[in-house]
């Protein structure tokens, strides 16, 4: 089957689901990029501080019994997505380094709001105790209702926001 440059979402979806029942059967729970992140940061954290890391109530069970926190599938994963996005872009001559933004907003208004985004994102989904591939995917597929109320606020807030923000697309 050729795709061109885009996958079709019904595909797409399906390999998602094949992949995340995949993840189940082999590693015995599902997937989810906040946990990687988190053990990126506690490995770094250690780096700078390993005494008060391994103190930490938070990050010193990814160092118990002499653990090594990237040791895990789920950084293997976040690995394995950004070499695939990499690839994937690069034989479909999509890769390139761009800012995306409106006629209103510069490139650095531009990224000051994705990483401001990106904090409050990154921060909430270690409240939620899961990202949206966490949450949404894995606890969707499990029937969880605070997976799917956690879905629910994702479309609700995203809706909301759109409304402040619209005026820097067009």
């Known amino acids: 089957?050729?795709?061109?440059?885009?996958?079709?979402?019904?595909?797409?979806?399906?390999?998602?689901?094949?992949?995340?029942?995949?993840?189940?059967?082999v590693a015995g729970r599902g997937i989810g990029a906040s946990g990687a992140m988190t053990r990126l940061v506690a490995w770094v954290q250690h780096f700078l501080a390993p005494v008060a890391t391994e103190q930490s109530a938070y990050f010193g069970k990814y160092f118990a019994d002499g653990a090594h926190p990237l040791n895990d599938y789920v950084v293997f994963l976040l690995v394995g997505l950004?070499?695939?996005?990499?690839?994937a872009a690069w034989l479909t001559g999509h890769l390139r380094v761009e800012v995306l933004r409106g006629?209103?907003?510069?490139?650095?208004?531009?990224?000051?709001?994705?990483?401001?985004?990106?904090?409050?994102?990154?921060?909430?989904?270690?409240?939620?105790?899961?990202?949206?591939?966490?949450?949404?995917?894995?606890?969707?597929?499990?029937?969880?209702?605070?997976?799917?109320?956690?879905?629910?606020?994702?479309?609700?807030?995203?809706?909301?926001?759109?409304?402040f923000v619209r005026k820097q697309w067009i």
Not at 151 to 157: D, E, K
């Open 1 to 25: 089957m050729k795709f061109g440059t885009r996958w079709p979402p019904v595909p797409a979806g399906i390999l998602i689901g094949i992949s995340m029942l995949l993840a189940f059967v």
């Open 82 to 87: 950004l070499v695939g996005s990499f690839v």
């Open 103 to 163: 006629p209103r907003s510069s490139v650095g208004y531009r990224l000051a709001l994705a990483l401001t985004g990106g904090a409050i994102t990154g921060f909430a989904a270690r409240l939620a105790r899961g990202c949206t591939s966490g949450q949404g995917l894995v606890g969707g597929a499990e029937l969880s209702v605070g997976a799917w109320t956690f879905l629910m606020c994702i479309f609700v807030g995203g809706w909301l926001a759109a409304w």
